[in-house]
């Protein structure tokens, strides 16, 4: 079900991501019409760009929502500025650079009675929701995950994503929100190994080990220096056959068969979901995934490696 009538809404940050998803995504959906862009950069095409939100709301108070894009260092002021402004929010994975910031977002949407949606966009692949209904019904025996790509492929010459507490998290996120909804109970991290280059203040790489909370062994490896093929893979052995997800969970198979789980993008996905939360009032602030990597940094054990250079 559609709203009424579509929410006017506001992009602040406009980078790769919100060029090359929400821009477009925003355009095809029948529930939100852009209708402004808080940057500091060149506003999308026929679009009127403001510096804050405050302009934006001064020039335009007909807007009611805003997509949070900006780098998760510092959003609390920005959030709290919309809120402030009645803006209905959503904001980008990860959500902010610490879990304590991250947990403030809810209270500050709760005390305004505004909706947040704080997004993983990953859980929005097209084979995340029947891999977790097909898991519901077996006994899961390991899990494995394979979270690797090439940073100078995915983030060319982004200096945020070698901020303390990001690096090859920004992207193992993402496999982290897909583990955290496709399995039946919640995971525990045993130990952690985070591999630094010697010139950056964020890891490269991270191993993760795992056990649920019925002992079944959960290993996860990300990698964000891997050249060549990228790999974004999901495998679970269970009683009663091998799930297998790839490319980064759009894709499904059992025991090697593929399974058809149609291919509607992700974004269009959330945006439909943010519509759905708009519609009921209702937030969507699920900080699991973060929490994972804050264990991650808490117990990992860091390890020097050679420098990084794009």
């Known amino acids: 079900m559609t709203l009424a009538s579509p929410t006017r809404i506001a992009l602040a940050g406009?980078?790769?991501?919100?060029?090359?998803?929400?821009?477009?995504?925003?355009?095809?959906?029948?529930?939100?019409?852009?209708?402004?862009?808080?940057?500091?950069?060149?506003?999308?095409?026929?679009?009127?760009?403001?510096?804050?939100?405050?302009?934006?709301?001064?020039a335009m108070p007909d807007v009611q929502a805003i997509s949070i894009c900006t780098p998760p260092r510092g959003r609390l002021p920005l959030i709290q500025q919309a809120l402030d402004h009645g803006l209905d929010v959503m904001i980008e994975?990860?959500?902010?650079?610490?879990?304590?910031?991250?947990?403030?977002?809810?209270?500050?949407?709760?005390?305004?009675g505004k909706v947040l949606f704080a997004t993983w966009h990953s859980r929005e692949a097209a084979a995340v929701e029947p891999a977790r209904?097909?898991?519901?019904?077996?006994?899961?025996?390991?899990?494995?995950?394979?979270?690797?790509?090439d940073v100078r492929v995915w983030h060319p010459g982004q200096a945020w994503i070698w901020e303390p507490g990001i690096g090859v998290f920004d992207p193992g996120i993402n496999a982290l929100s897909v583990i955290t909804r496709i399995l039946p109970r919640p995971l525990l991290?045993?130990?952690?190994?985070?591999?630094?280059?010697?010139?950056?203040?964020?890891?490269?790489?991270?191993?993760?080990?795992?056990?649920?909370?019925?002992?079944?062994?959960?290993?996860?490896?990300?990698?964000?220096?891997?050249?060549?093929?990228?790999?974004?893979?999901?495998?679970?052995?269970?009683?009663?056959?091998h799930l297998k997800l790839s490319m980064g969970a759009s894709q499904m198979a059992v025991d090697g068969t593929p399974v058809d789980v149609g291919d509607e993008p992700e974004y269009a996905r959330l945006y439909?979901?943010?519509?759905?939360?708009?519609?009921?009032?209702?937030?969507?602030?699920?900080?699991?995934?973060?929490?994972?990597?804050?264990?991650?940094?808490?117990?990992?054990?860091?390890?020097?490696?050679?420098?990084?250079?794009?």
């Open 14 to 58: 406009i980078g790769k991501i919100p060029r090359d998803q929400h821009i477009p995504h925003i355009a095809a959906s029948p529930d939100f019409e852009l209708a402004a862009a808080v940057t500091g950069h060149a506003a999308p095409d026929g679009v009127p760009g403001f510096k804050t939100i405050d302009e934006m709301m001064a």
């Open 93 to 112: 994975k990860p959500p902010a650079a610490t879990l304590s910031e991250a947990q403030a977002f809810a209270r500050a949407a709760e005390q305004a």
């Open 133 to 149: 209904q097909w898991l519901a019904t077996r006994t899961i025996r390991r899990v494995a995950v394979n979270w690797k790509e």
């Open 189 to 241: 991290l045993d130990a952690a190994e985070l591999r630094f280059p010697s010139n950056r203040d964020a890891p490269i790489a991270a191993d993760l080990d795992f056990t649920d909370t019925a002992g079944v062994p959960v290993r996860v490896e990300f990698d964000f220096d891997q050249t060549g093929p990228q790999t974004w893979d999901v495998d679970v052995e269970t009683d009663d056959g």
């Open 272 to 310: 439909r979901r943010f519509a759905e939360c708009l519609r009921d009032r209702v937030s969507d602030v699920d900080l699991s995934p973060f929490v994972h990597v804050n264990d991650a940094f808490l117990l990992g054990r860091r390890v020097t490696v050679g420098e990084f250079s794009e």
